[in-house]
């Protein structure tokens, strides 16, 4: 029995031919709001080509282009904090020691329950009252990297805990330690199975950073604020920085894609033995 028969009851005739009324119905109700939608941008002059024409111009372009750069740049700048910070705590989390588990715990919940907005009102507001003013990029890179962190290291940490204890206890059997059994059997098979949670994580700290206009960081959301304030093209601005976030996004995912395919191979590769002296090869 599959997983979608056991939580629900296989549909009948009548109930598919109410999905499939529903699911038309749906469908022309959403083409009716395209439709309405651009029949009142049509009517507003907003689909005229004058008002796209900028938007082919070298100079536009290369504007488009830095602010994209710096987008790149500060969601590069979260993840490198985020990453490995997420881990750390995930480990703590997962440690027996309280002394560890405690501080750990305390940071996750407090960083998963607060806003990223809020954290960085505390950058530019508070801290610089205490002496403490770091850069535009800053402000806006180190809220959203420590946010990010306390959701990655719950998905690390869901991850671990969703391996087998056969897994952990199979390493122990053949002679590793605990932390090698972790890192050789545990943590491989851990990560592989929490990269689509990551890869989505990727995609929320890459929308994160459209909070830059907060700081004035010029990253997409914050040029494209600049370029409407200048050419009044709002619908088109916004449009083009919309189809940006859209490549980006995809871009991930499919490079999440090929990263799952890649750690696939290299598992099907690895040997299936491990040796009980050197913890490598098959045993002979």
């Not at 529903?22 to 005229?48: P, R």
């Not at 890459?206 to 304030?229: C, H, M, N, W």
């Not at 200048?230 to 189809?243: A, C, D, K, S």
């Amino acid at each position: 029995m599959s997983m979608q028969h056991a939580l629900f009851d296989t549909a009948g005739p009548k109930a598919r031919a109410r999905v499939r009324v529903f699911t038309a119905l749906s469908i022309v109700l959403l083409l009716a709001i395209v439709g309405l939608a651009y029949w009142q941008l049509y009517l507003s002059g907003a689909l005229a080509p004058s008002k796209w024409m900028p938007f082919t111009q070298p100079a536009i372009q290369a504007y488009f282009a830095g602010a994209l750069g710096r987008t790149a740049l500060a969601a590069l700048g979260a993840a490198v904090i985020a990453l490995p910070l997420g881990l750390v705590l995930a480990l703590g989390r997962l440690s027996p020691i309280a002394v560890l588990r405690w501080p750990a715990t305390a940071f996750i919940e407090f960083f998963r329950a607060i806003p990223v907005l809020l954290v960085i009102y505390a950058f530019m507001f508070a801290l610089p009252s205490y002496g403490i003013n770091p850069s535009e990029y800053l402000k806006l890179v180190i809220p959203v990297g420590l946010c990010a962190s306390a959701v990655i290291a719950e998905v690390f940490r869901a991850g671990v805990l969703s391996i087998p204890s056969g897994q952990n206890e199979a390493g122990l059997s053949i002679g590793l330690t605990g932390g090698q059994s972790f890192k050789l059997v545990v943590f491989p098979q851990a990560v592989r199975v929490v990269v689509p949670a990551l890869v989505a994580q990727a995609v929320i700290v890459v929308k994160d950073t459209a909070f830059g206009y907060i700081v004035s960081y010029p990253e997409l959301q914050q040029s494209a604020r600049v370029l409407v304030a200048n050419t009044r093209n709002l619908v088109q601005t916004y449009f083009v920085v919309t189809v940006i976030y859209i490549i980006i996004n995809l871009l991930i995912s499919r490079a999440a894609v090929w990263l799952d395919r890649k750690l696939a191979t290299r598992r099907a590769g690895k040997p299936k033995f491990v040796s009980l002296t050197t913890g490598r090869g098959p045993i002979q």
